[in-house]
């Protein structure tokens, strides 16, 4: 491994990012699991020899589906884990049956349209024991309103109002669970709230959630012995909207974690006296809460919880939280493993379950499995021998394909395996927060967010210290620098432009090197018809932009940030122009254009989302397209829509765009000197260290992710990708179900009653149309956060009448280049 001797340089690299903004916070990121990373300390164990008692688990597994009633269609139907043991695993089913569209709603009934499955595996064998239709015990207007499993018993609250007596009932079955039979039944006085129940030493307590003056808890701590307490978790004029889970201490104490309003408090519970007191939040840093809504006591006492990289200990004598799991430690899909929550813990074994196999493309189904995996601490390691390279991702997670590849790589590769961490997430470092209520203040979060957290992994990376292969980083764009990063040009050879889009391939390189390979990928620009485009044909120089607003919208802007944040688009879409082999230079013509255009026709300050004159609204995709999500600030389809600034990161996404313009096709890039095309924002990339355990065993892990197999897989998942060939393929079956099956999921079902005529046939000029946008895509929309945040800071002199141009540009190109020179 090389290791270069760069401290020095790593230290002046540190104040370059960091200090080149004011508004950087100058708090570290760790990346060792505080409150505001992944919620455990994770170990790096790159570069070291796996051994024969090196951690490693085998694994069985079952899925099965509830039984419900074939002989209608579920509309929604989604299963739980209520609860285990050393017996039995306890699982809820439910949703509700798809109605005809005429259905007439006074004869609604719960007990025919709701699903209520309560299914019981035996955990020796991993098949089901027992089933249990509980809307057999429902009436008319029936809900389940709480569902337990402890001490052998499973209990199911069934909540009822009787309409016409004008009475309401809470009834608790007690059920067997080997047989699924009724052994006892009663009703519960109203006035007591079923709630949720943890069970600490010889205490059971109930957290049951209450609304008054305020939103608040109410604690029953019942004991062994008969005695009964109760606490409330409340603070005065305060919602307190979640307790994420209530974890033992010392000295028959809990800690009761709770969410008021936008803080997170801790409170100390005496199980025996049920006195509740408020603890210093800043004693409790070291424990992330986000993740505490899948914790379990285990048989030890103590609390555990899953997170996205593995599972962790909560240790609050010594105020940390310990990985006892990785999910690189077994051979299982580990996108599979981080969506399970743990049953069942000891010191060889855990039980994982919960739902698998939703949010599947260019599918109707609404009938997921439910898994359960029994994982066993296995004798010796099976990778013995290899050594370990670590993958890096954000957040510790990789899609379902790229887990597939990361296992079929460990399986094939005798000399090395992959690990994968997540050691650099560091969510506070964005500062995220009720008061961003704008798109300048959350893009200038992201950037200041991007710029520490990217500081940490470029000095790592230079003192040989950091991950060997690093994925979806390509929003770091200050690492593409040959002191950190290999240029992965010789790993993936000359692609044919026939069946790849190379287009974006080059456009991922840096001086002609390329540090990051774009495998999936948004498009980036203004989504319309094409008649509007400019002489260009894929885009809009200054001044068509300025024309198609004037002409076409009235003078509205499609792109709604303010004047900082808009040049800082502008500029990205064009830095090939600004910085060439590490020299910044704006004294051109073409940033003077940008920031003219800019001073002369773009508000101040974007609107607040909040304000009703803001443009649009909170957005919901109707029926919820492949690829749609609904995000504060997203605009809402007008009956008029002319165009929209959009980034779509799929074909179901795309097609959605084209029923809300009525066939508007086009997607454009956003105004620059040349009438260039759309930008391609990276969503999954690849990157090899500079200093890698070994840089070829990484580059035939590149090989592999460009690999058709992989490729097809990818596209199968609505995502945007280099292979042609894959994309053509999957571009014809999102069309043959968006034209069938999933017509619901872009049109609602009253638009197309209203006006069946309206509806589009996609087809295969709609795919070839998308292929021709994608090769027209002309820069990655990835920008350096460091440099970004210099422009926001001093463009607004200029804007605003308080410098004129080549003051302000002096200053900018100044801090610019101090920032490249640093980094070497």
């Known amino acids: 491994m090389k290791k270069l001797p760069l401290k020095v340089m790593s230290v002046a690299l540190l104040c370059a990012i960091v200090f080149s903004s004011s508004a950087c916070d100058k708090k570290n990121n760790n990346g060792s699991g505080e409150s505001g990373g992944l919620g455990m300390q994770e170990t790096s164990h790159r570069g070291q020899k796996i051994t024969d008692d090196s951690p490693w688990y085998e694994c069985t597994s079952a899925k099965f589906m509830p039984e419900y009633d074939k002989s209608k269609k579920a509309q929604y139907l989604y299963s739980d884990l209520i609860g285990a043991d050393d017996k039995y695993v306890v699982v809820r089913s439910s949703g509700n049956y798809e109605l005809p569209a005429d259905f007439n709603w006074a004869n609604y009934s719960s007990k025919d349209v709701e699903i209520a499955i309560l299914t019981v595996v035996d955990r020796a064998t991993m098949k089901s024991v027992s089933s249990v239709d509980l809307t057999k015990y429902y009436g008319k207007s029936s809900y389940m309103n709480g569902l337990s499993y402890s001490d052998g018993k499973i209990k199911a609250v069934i909540s009822d109002y009787d309409s016409v007596k004008d009475q309401a009932t809470n009834k608790e079955l007690t059920i067997d669970p080997a047989t699924g ?27 049951v959630q209450n609304w008054d003056a305020e939103q608040y808890y109410t604690l029953t701590i019942s004991s062994s012995d008969g005695n009964t307490v109760s606490a409330e978790v409340r603070k005065a004029g305060k919602n307190t909207y979640d307790l994420p889970a209530i974890i033992p201490l010392e000295d028959g104490k809990a800690l009761v974690p709770a969410i008021v309003e936008n803080d997170r408090c801790f409170f100390e519970l005496d199980l025996k006296t049920g006195s509740l007191t408020e603890k210093d939040a800043k004693e409790y840093e070291w424990l992330n809460t986000d993740f505490l809504f899948s914790s379990i006591i285990g048989r030890d006492g103590a609390a555990y919880y899953s997170s996205p990289v593995g599972i962790a200990k909560i240790d609050t004598k010594n105020r940390k939280t310990e990985q006892i799991f990785s999910y690189s430690w077994c051979g299982e899909n580990r996108s599979v493993l981080s969506s399970l929550v743990v049953g069942d813990i000891t010191e060889d074994s855990i ?113 040989g210290e950091g991950p060997d292969i690093l994925m979806n980083v390509a929003n770091f764009e200050q690492l593409n620098n040959a002191n950190y990063l290999v240029d992965l040009s010789k790993y993936i050879g000359n692609l044919d432009s026939e069946k790849y889009f190379t287009n974006i391939v080059e456009a991922s390189k840096t001086d002609g090197k390329l540090y990051q390979l774009t495998l999936c990928y948004g498009i980036q620009g203004i989504h319309t018809d094409s008649k509007y485009a400019g002489a260009s044909g894929v885009g809009f120089t200054t001044e068509e932009y300025k024309q198609f607003l004037s002409k076409e919208l009235n003078g509205k802007d499609l792109i709604t940030s303010g004047q900082a944040v808009y040049f800082t688009r502008l500029f990205n879409a064009m830095s090939d122009k600004f910085i060439v082999d590490g020299k910044a230079d704006f004294s051109g013509p073409e940033f003077a254009e940008l920031a003219k255009y800019v001073k002369e026709n773009v508000q101040e300050r974007a609107r607040n989302w909040n304000d009703p004159a803001a443009d649009g609204g909170p957005y ?107 994309f053509r393929k999957v571009a014809q079956i999102a069309v043959d179900f968006y034209n069938k099956d999933g017509r619901n999921h872009i049109y609602s079902e009253s638009d197309i009653q209203k006006n069946p005529n309206s509806v589009i046939t996609f087809s295969k000029e709609h795919i070839d149309g998308l292929e021709k946008i994608i090769s027209s ?24 009448g308080q410098k004129d141009l080549e003051s302000v540009i002096a200053i900018a190109q100044d801090r610019v280049q101090k920032v490249l020179s640093e980094r070497g």
């Open 351 to 463: 039980l994982l379950c919960g739902t698998t196999g939703y949010g599947q493309a260019y599918t109707n189904s609404s009938v997921n499995d439910f898994t359960i995996m029994q994982l066993t601490k296995a004798s010796k390691n099976p990778n013995a021998g290899k050594t370990v390279m670590e993958l890096y991702v954000p957040d510790g997670y990789v899609n379902e394909k790229i887990a597939d590849a990361i296992n079929k790589f460990n399986t094939t590769n005798s000399d090395y395996f992959i690990e994968v961490s997540g050691r650099y997430t560091d969510y506070s470092a964005y500062n995220y927060d009720a008061q961003i209520n704008n798109e300048d203040e959350m893009q200038t979060a992201s950037l200041n967010g991007d710029a520490k957290v990217g500081t940490k992994l470029a000095i790592d990376l230079i003192n």
């Open 620 to 726: 919901i995709a109707p029926g919820g397209a492949v690829g749609v999500m609904a995000f504060k600030g997203d605009r809402a389809f007008a009956e008029d829509e002319k165009g929209f600034f959009t980034t779509v990161y799929g074909i179901g996404t795309y097609f959605y765009g084209i029923t809300g313009l009525k066939g508007g096709s086009a997607i454009l890039g956003i105004p620059s000197t040349d009438g260039r095309g759309p930008q391609f924002a990276p969503h999954v990339s690849v990157a090899i260290s500079a200093q890698s355990v070994n840089a070829d065993a990484c580059g035939e892990f590149v090989k592999l992710l460009l690999s058709e197999e992989i490729q097809e897989s990818l596209a199968l998942n609505d995502e945007f990708v280099l292979s042609r060939t894959a």
């Open 777 to 800: 895509c002309s820069r990655s929309n990835a920008c350096d956060a460091s440099i970004n945040l210099i422009l926001i800071e001093e463009m607004p002199a200029y804007f605003l």
């Open 181 to 207: 039979k009724e052994v006892e039944s009663k009703l519960l006085d109203l006035n007591i709230t079923p709630g949720k129940d943890y069970k600490i030493g010889d205490y059971k307590i109930t957290a």
